[in-house]
């Protein structure tokens, strides 16, 4: 029985933040190649001094593996697409 500790789970979605910078830059470039995948644009934010960028990545598998999850529930539930009904306006 080994006593190493269990290696950590990536987590599934990360907002990396910093001054706009190579190191920034660098730290993005490491996630994408962890298999990060960008999500969303960034954004941008001055602090009075520099401009502090922000970035969402997410893992594609988790993001699978949950939409997976919820195409399941739904399919328990017997309900098909078309006999779900939401209540309230800006619904197209």
């Known amino acids: 029985m ?8 990536k987590l599934a979605y990360r907002l990396i933040t910093g001054p706009d910078d190579r190191s920034f830059c660098e730290r993005i470039s490491a996630a994408l190649g962890e298999g990060y995948v960008l999500h969303g644009s960034p954004a941008v934010t001055f602090n009075g001094l520099t401009a502090i960028v922000a970035q969402a990545v997410i893992l594609p598998a988790a993001v699978a593996s949950a939409d997976a999850a919820v195409a399941t529930a739904v399919d328990e539930l017997g309900l098909a697409g078309d006999e779900l009904e939401f209540a309230g306006e800006g619904h197209a």
């Open 2 to 9: 080994s006593d190493a500790p269990a290696p950590e789970e």
